[in-house]
């Protein structure tokens, strides 16, 4: 039997039919056009997976089941979809409306809690029992897996690692608090924090490698100049590592898990990024003699959405 | 069957006989007298067992199981107990000393878990499937009830809600750390900012209740005075409920529980508390128009001590 995982993303339905170990055997893609609104956004998925099944030479009798990764809330008891913000979907039967389409035994999740799950299927948590994955991209959003299941909460509301406060009063978040995890662990904090080094420090190498544009600087223009030793974007960098650290010891603290994962465009930056807060974390865990989570980064890259989409239905 | 529950706590041993419904038929205590070593310790925990059994008119041959919670961390799959600092004990072999004066199933788990465990079977959270307590006391302990069952993560050095930090560069913390849920939400917490108040404004109704000694000052008085509004305790009252429901949002936005269940002395102030922080939580919830956690009071009050570590063995 066969899995077809959808990585449902603002710009693209990521399709793919997997293997039960979580192995892409075939996969393909075409661009979500959210303004169209759910009914043709939810067909489309449903043609792309008909396409991609019938490219990898399966057919629907050999698909087991097929799983969904969503950037929002998605209710796997009811499969509705309260909310994806940045789709606008607002309390989607997606369920019955996939299922005019094709009628097989359907999983929908969360996109971040989709991923943590096929890192730990497939990927750098593979055999762990439990695991807490964070992407850091544009926002930070959480996965939660245990005893090798993803783990929602009672209102499906949880694993939001974005939106814990680690500091009370601290910068304004999306969402209308202050202090969120997200405000100082994303990309987007990486930019906040290079834009204001660079109006304090103009002969920062930031200012070189974005072309004197600050509107250019983005993650990897910060991390860079900080691997080159540039005084400005180090600080940034020590401290942004360092917030991680907050997070990730209140993660531990809170439910201890065997592994944290960092995923996400940042953890591009590889053992750079990685060595900067294991240093941090250090002195930082309540029990500094006994063993806690290992630190590692993410090793699916974007495939982790379909693959981890298709291992819901596992 | 009945169970044994024994609560070890800095100052006293109390033990209770208790039936499968977590009910006490019979309970009994003797001073912990911590300076003598685990080993005497240990020895006067089975016989004050043994003590009330007898009293209660049940044999060992009707004790199904033993539970004990620990001031500390307690490895509920080696019986050893790693790390309880009030008691000085390290690396303790709590199953193999205790088993050479009774030989039956036995489990051992922290004491803020063995509480929440106790309000999940027979109190507050009684038929929810995930719970988290808190104990809000000299420190800030933490329980998670997940699918009914106790919830210490894979090291067993979770549920340490005390120490997720909500603060980053805040108040110093006992751990050596900054920022800590405990340092704003245990009584700890609102001594301290009682006595800086009157500090700052002696006048406050605070100085009256302690007879003007700053070191008589207690979360009672503190409480008592912002219930007669009492305009200083009450901006320490409003910035405690205002950090409880900080750390609280952590909690939903993080594993998103059933039930969240507020325990220890702080808990008495009951419904005057409770209140405040449900006003202060409700606009910092991420998802504003889906269901979250019930707040609620603990029930139990120290029984739950002896309920819920006999309840480990059910």
Sequence with gaps: MVYI?????????????????????HK???????????????????????KVLGESGYTL?????????????ADPDTGRIPFCTNLAWHDVPFWAEFQQHINKPLYVENDATVA??????????????????????????????IDGKPYSGHHHVGSELGHIIIEMDGELCTCGQRGCFERYGSATALIRDGRRALDHTPDSLI???????????????????????????TKVFRRYARSLAVGIVSIINFI?????????????????????VKEALKPMVFFKSLPYADI???????????????????
């Design 5 to 25: 995982g959808i990585d449902l993303g603002g710009t693209n339905i990521a399709v793919g039919v997997v293997d039960e170990n979580g192995k892409i055997l």
């Design 28 to 50: 393909g893609s075409r661009p979500t056009l959210v303004e169209r609104g759910y009914g043709p956004v939810i067909a489309d998925m449903a043609a792309e997976s008909l």
């Design 61 to 73: 009798d050999d698909v087991a089941a097929i799983g969904v990764g969503v950037p929002g809330v």
């Design 116 to 145: 943590g799950l096929a890192e730990s299927v497939s990927g750098i948590s593979a055999g762990a029992n439990s695991s807490v994955f964070l992407t850091l991209g544009t926002g930070l959003g959480g996965g939660i897996i």
């Design 207 to 233: 200012g070189q490698l974005c072309g004197g544009d600050p509107a250019k600087i983005n993650a990897k223009i910060v991390i860079d100049a900080a691997r080159q030793a540039d005084p400005a974007a």
């Design 256 to 276: 201890d898990p065997q592994v944290v994962v960092l995923g996400g465009g940042v953890s591009l930056a590889g053992d750079f990024l990685l060595d900067a």
């Design 296 to 314: 590692k980064l993410a090793m699916l890259g974007p495939d982790a959405g379909i693959i981890g989409a298709a291992m819901l239905g596992r």
